[in-house]
């Protein structure tokens, strides 16, 4: 059974750079049929998709976050990490991981199944 | 991208069944049969319950469904259990991935 689990500082300072890992268990990152995501969640409010990666490190980011992020991937680890920088109050939210089906020819699937947990990442001084 | 729209609540009671709407644009919703939707009870992730418009993932009960008409995309829950009540979210491709705001179900 495919499980993620997100890790990473849950206090992070303004301006700086925000630091995820996830891990996979139960599976290979490296399978040709997935892409790996990141989505994230504000405290009561709805979800927004970050972005996604390939395990060959193709990858696809939200536009409005695309200057700020960077997610890479870990294969020898089975980890992808994601990197957001000059973080606001505004970034403060729980972070997920999730598998991402690569069944598209261009773009990223709005499918994704399972999800982890989620780790909620504060920004303040 | 603009988020997809959601009615901000719906209820219904045990047995009734109730609708909950995703609408979208040509470019979204209206261009691709690829929405999802995601069942989130308070403190828990997302769960898949519906993708590519109407399937089921394994595991999922039958009493949801999905469908769509023109730009607005439908997830359909019938026989309401207690259970049920929960946050649903839309989500479509739309160039890149983009959510709706959600929708809080209450079974009264």
């Known amino acids: 059974q495919l499980q993620l689990q997100e890790s990473g500082p849950g206090l992070v300072k303004p301006s700086e750079t925000l630091s995820l890992t996830c891990t996979v268990s139960?599976?290979?990152?490296?399978?040709?049929?997935?892409?790996w995501g990141w989505i994230r969640q504000p405290p009561g409010k709805g979800l927004e998709w970050i972005g996604s990666?390939?395990?060959?490190?193709?990858?696809y980011y939200n536009p409005s976050l695309k200057s700020r992020v960077t997610i890479s991937v870990d294969t020898s680890k089975n980890q992808f990490s994601l990197k957001l920088s000059s973080v606001t109050a505004a970034d403060t939210a729980v972070y997920y991981c999730?598998?991402?089906?690569?069944?598209?020819?261009?773009?990223?699937?709005?499918?994704?199944?399972?999800w982890g947990q989620g780790t909620l990442v504060t920004v303040s001084s | 991208q603009s988020a997809l729209t959601q009615p901000a609540s719906v209820s219904g009671s045990p047995g009734q069944s109730i609708t909950i709407s995703c609408t979208g644009t040509?470019?979204?919703?209206?261009?691709?049969?690829?929405v999802s939707w995601y069942q989130q009870h308070p403190g828990k992730a997302p769960k898949l319950m519906i993708y590519?418009?109407?399937k089921r993932p394994s595991g999922v009960s039958n009493r949801f469904s999905g469908s769509k008409s023109g730009n607005t995309a439908s997830l359909t829950i019938s026989g309401l259990q207690a259970e049920d009540e929960a946050d649903y979210y839309c989500?479509?491709?739309?160039?890149?991935?983009?959510f709706g705001g959600g929708t809080k179900l209450t079974v009264l």
């Open positions: 139960g599976g290979s990152i490296s399978s040709s049929s997935y892409y």
């Open positions: 999730a598998r991402n089906p690569a069944t598209m020819v261009r773009g990223v699937s709005p499918r994704f199944d399972p």
């Open positions: 990666i390939y395990y060959s490190g193709s990858t």
């Open positions: 040509s470019s979204d919703v209206g261009s691709y049969n690829l």
């Open positions: 590519e418009g109407s």
């Open positions: 989500c479509s491709y739309a160039g890149s991935v983009v």
